[in-house]
């Protein structure tokens, strides 16, 4: 791929918009070096796939020679963002925070060259901003303004509460891209409204207004509502390879050349080719295959993914439990099968262990138990199935 055709894809793959796209083609083409700015705050440990559109976007901009800046948002983290949100975020505290981005750093790692990267917090400067210069800030921006946001709007409508701190945040955001002398930001399309902030406040520090990257948005695994950690749906960059491929094959089959697109570098001419195959009534499981080994070579390499791909057959194409398989040990001889579910960490809560029962998704050496109040007798070697990829085999 010529650089021609590399700024193409920059400015074009998995893009919603660029603003403003003619200035940002210049400047790409002019050989310029760039400062290319992405923000995330840690709200949760884990990075999931859908955080790894706009790193991957990042990474092209990386590859093209220019200055990547990868902040997070430690101070604006303890605000939360209210962008795509009907209720306010709850505020973290440093401890939660801190907490959070331990990982960061490794997870970020797998997609840029961090020895070429800028790795920054924004406490480095929101942690000493004076009052005369936050109200500075303010006064460039209307109530007015605020209140045309779409999430702002519909919370008005059903008479939500909207709160001011929830207004601070683009403010604060578009302050990061002056801080850093950004010449372009990159971000999922529902960061528009604060990506815009910035072209406002940069010119009043005598700095010329950033070009705007928005990139697509991708649903979880539900296939509907947007990849979100508080939904639930994620798949996450530290998922061991069985459950990466897993969630992959389970994903829908409309999302399939989606992901490709924003979440692997198969070529565009190739992805036009299976599109047009699931057209004609090829089967969408091969193509979620591919997918899948893309992706889980991508974070975990090739042998993992082809393993991955291994153990998912076996289990779903032959029906028999995969060769490792987690040990349970435990001293006792029997459990409420909730408790073992948990115990085992097969479910992350007792709730989630009774939807699951009462669905017909669990089973003690293939007998299904659809009593959620039943007392379990344990014995070696017994294998635990919860829902369709997780087991567990028991050591009394």
Known sequence: MNNKEKIKEVLERGVEQVIVKDSLAKKLA??????????????????????????????????????????????????????????????LTPK????????????????????????RFNTEWHANMDFAELFQLASLFTVNQMLERDMF???????KPLWIHEMMY????????????????????????????????QPNYNQQAQDIVTCTLIEGTDGKAKMSKSVGNVINI????????????SLPDHIIIKFFKVLTDVPEKELSEYEKDLKKGANPRDYKAKLAREIVTMYHGKSD?????????QVF???????????????????PITDILQAAKLVASKSEARRLIEQGGVSFDNKVIKDWKVEVELKDDMVIKAGKRKFAKVKV
């Open 153 to 159: 709007k519909e919370r008005m409508k059903r008479k």
């Open 30 to 91: 002019s050989g310029k070096r760039l400062r290319v700015k992405l923000g995330v705050d840690p709200t949760g440990r884990e990075m999931h796939l859908g955080h790894t559109v706009v790193l991957r976007k990042l990474k092209q901009f990386q590859d093209l020679g220019h200055q990547v800046i990868f902040l997070v948002g430690d101070f604006t983290a303890r605000i939360g963002d209210p962008s795509d949100r009907l209720s306010a975020r709850k505020p």
């Open 170 to 201: 683009p403010l604060l955001q578009g302050y990061d891209s002056v801080a850093l002398k950004a010449d372009v930001e990159i971000g999922g399309s529902d960061q528009t409204f604060n990506m815009l902030a910035a072209r406002t406040i």
């Open 305 to 313: 993914a082809l393993e991955a791909e291994k153990e998912f057959d």
């Open 317 to 335: 194409k032959d029906k028999k439990a995969p060769e490792q398989i987690p040990t349970f040990q435990t001293k006792r001889g029997s459990y």
């Open 238 to 249: 530290s998922d061991q390879p069985q459950e990466m491929f897993g969630k992959i094959m």
């Open 96 to 119: 939660d925070v801190k907490a959070n981005m331990e990982t960061y750093k490794k997870q970020v790692g797998k997609i840029l060259d961090l020895s070429k990267a800028e790795f």
